[in-house]
C-alpha cells in the first residue's frame, strides 16, 4: 500500500506543477515578485544657450558692430575739373567696430560716376571711381541719436570711359590718395541704422587733367542693421 500511496501522490505533484506552469496570472504575480534591475535615472537634457543680447536694443555684440550701404551726390572742389566734369552720383558700402564707443572705426568701398563734359569727344562718356577708404571716427554720443566726426585716409582710382579724349594732356587713368573728413548724424534702434553724412576728399597724386587737383565733396545717406 505504500508504494500506492507514493505512485498517486507523484502523480499528483505532476499534475500541480503543470497547472501552475500553464497559468499566465499565477506566473505574471511570480514575475511581478521578482526583484527587479535598478534603472538609472537619465540626467535632464540642458536647454541650447541663447546669444547674449546687449543694451535696450538686443544688440549681440558688445561695442556694436553695423554694416551699411546707401549712396549720394558730389563732385570735384577744383573750379576745371567741376567744369568739365558732372555732378557725382555716388555708392558705398561700409562696417563700423564700436559703434556704442566714443572711438569706432570704419572701413568702407566707395563708387561714383559721374559725365564729361570736355575732356572726351564722346559725349556719352562718363569717369568712374572706385576705392577703398579707412577711418577713424569720434561719437559724441553713444545712445541711440549719434553726432560724430570723421578722418582718415583712402585710395581711389578714376577712369574715364570714352576712347578718344579732346586734349592729349587729359588723362584717361588716375590713382589718387584721399583723407577724407566729415561729420553726420547716426540714428541707431532695435537693429537698424540711419546715417547722414557731410563729406570732403583733400586728394593728392594723379590727375586726369595737369595740375588741377582731384579732391571731392560728397552728401550721402545710408541703412544698415547693427549686431
Given at each position: ?122 559725349p556719352t562718356s562718363h569717369i568712374i571711381g572706385g576705392g577703398l577708404e579707412t577711418n577713424a571716427r569720434f561719437n559724441l554720443l553713444t545712445g541711440a541719436l549719434q553726432p560724430y566726426a570723421v578722418a582718415g585716409v583712402g585710395w581711389n582710382h578714376y577712369s574715364v570711359t570714352g576712347t578718344t579724349l579732346a586734349t592729349s594732356a587729359a588723362e584717361t587713368n588716375a590713382d ?52
Amino acid at each position: 500500500m505504500k508504494w500506492m500511496t507514493r505512485i498517486l501522490g507523484g502523480t499528483v505533484a505532476l499534475f500541480g506543477a503543470v497547472a501552475l506552469a500553464e497559468d499566465p496570472q499565477t506566473s505574471q504575480q511570480e514575475a511581478d515578485c521578482a526583484p527587479q534591475a535598478a534603472v538609472a535615472p537619465q540626467a535632464a537634457e540642458e536647454p541650447a544657450p541663447t546669444p547674449v543680447r546687449h543694451g535696450d536694443d538686443n544688440r549681440i555684440t558688445r561695442v556694436g558692430v553695423d554694416l551699411e550701404t546707401g549712396g549720394g551726390v558730389g563732385g570735384f572742389l577744383n573750379s576745371t575739373m567741376a567744369a568739365a566734369t558732372g555732378e557725382q552720383g555716388q555708392w558705398t558700402v561700409r562696417g563700423v567696430v564700436g559703434t556704442r564707443r566714443h572711438f569706432p572705426g570704419e572701413i568702407a568701398y566707395v563708387g561714383s560716376t559721374q559725365s564729361v563734359q570736355g575732356l572726351t569727344v564722346d559725349p556719352t562718356s562718363h569717369i568712374i571711381g572706385g576705392g577703398l577708404e579707412t577711418n577713424a571716427r569720434f561719437n559724441l554720443l553713444t545712445g541711440a541719436l549719434q553726432p560724430y566726426a570723421v578722418a582718415g585716409v583712402g585710395w581711389n582710382h578714376y577712369s574715364v570711359t570714352g576712347t578718344t579724349l579732346a586734349t592729349s594732356a587729359a588723362e584717361t587713368n588716375a590713382d589718387i590718395m584721399t583723407f577724407p573728413v566729415g561729420a553726420g548724424l547716426a540714428y541707431r534702434v532695435r537693429g537698424l541704422v540711419l546715417d547722414a553724412r557731410l563729406g570732403f576728399h583733400p586728394a593728392f597724386g594723379g590727375n586726369l587733367i595737369p595740375d588741377q587737383n582731384m579732391s571731392t565733396w560728397d552728401l550721402n545717406g545710408k541703412i544698415g542693421f547693427e549686431f
